[in-house]
Structure formats: structure tokens, C-alpha cells
């Protein structure tokens, strides 16, 4: 019985089309509104960093999570996108770091998955379902 469940290449496609979707989504709304990239050059400004590195985060949200999706070098894209979610939990959410909700889970649960379903995309990479398996 358990052994109809083991197929390593579909829990691959499920990891990046689900890793990917959720993450395009948020940088398609960051296409869509321009002005929360305003805000991301205004906390970079507040950290001391460039307000260039603002882009990057279409980098992370946009370009990262088709290469996902696709299964082009999805390792690379695992790499963006947890840097750009390192970057994300930095910027808006190390107040958050250690704090629990009220129902006992961590603040912090969406960013968690995003950086370490990115983490486990990495080293997994793309699998046979994809434009170039890897």
C-alpha cells in the first residue's frame, strides 16, 4: 500500500508548482501596486541598505517562482527564493522571530514554509516532471 505512494518526481512537481504559485502571487500583486516597492526602497532606506536591491524582490516573487514552476533550474530558483523570504523575514518580521499566535503556532508560519519549502527545493531540485530535470 505505501509503496504506491512513493514517487519522488511527483512530490517534486507538487513542491514547486505549489512553492511557486504562492510565491508568484505575491509578486504579481507587487506588479499590479507599484508603491509597495516604495515601501520596500523606504525599509531598505531604514536599514541602511541601497533602495535599489527593492528589485530584487522581483527577482525572488516573479522570476524565481516561474523558474519553479517550470522546473528550470528550480535549485537556482530555491536560492532566490530564500534569500528573497531571508530578506523578507529581516526587513519586516524579526520582531516576530520568536513570538507565538494566540492558537500556539509561530508568528512567522507562512514565511517559515516559503523559506524552507525554498530550502528543500534546493537541494532536491526540479525532478523528471519538468523542463530540464535535474
Known amino acids: 500500500m ?5 514517487n519522488e518526481a511527483l512530490g517534486k ?11 508568484l502571487l ?10 509597495s516597492l516604495t515601501w520596500i526602497s523606504d525599509t ?12 530584487g524582490v522581483l527577482l525572488g516573487e516573479v522570476i ?6 517550470l522546473g528550470w533550474n528550480a535549485r537556482i530558483a530555491g536560492l ?9 523575514i529581516y526587513l519586516s518580521h ?10 500556539g503556532g509561530w508568528a512567522l508560519e507562512l514565511q517559515g514554509m516559503f523559506l524552507f519549502g525554498a530550502i528543500a527545493l534546493m537541494f532536491l ?4 516532471m519538468a523542463i530540464k530535470p535535474d
Open 2 to 6: 505505501l509503496k504506491a505512494l512513493q
Open 26 to 35: 505575491h509578486g504579481i500583486n507587487k506588479l499590479i501596486n507599484p508603491g
Open 125 to 128: 531540485g526540479s525532478g523528471r
Open 64 to 69: 524565481a517562482p516561474l523558474m519553479a514552476i
Open 44 to 55: 531598505l532606506a531604514s536599514h541602511g541598505l541601497p533602495t535599489v536591491l527593492a528589485y
Open 94 to 103: 524579526m520582531s516576530e522571530l520568536f513570538t507565538l499566535t494566540s492558537s
Open 13 to 23: 512537481l507538487v513542491l514547486r508548482l505549489a512553492l511557486g504559485t504562492m510565491i
Open 80 to 88: 532566490l527564493i530564500a534569500g528573497n523570504m531571508l530578506v523578507a
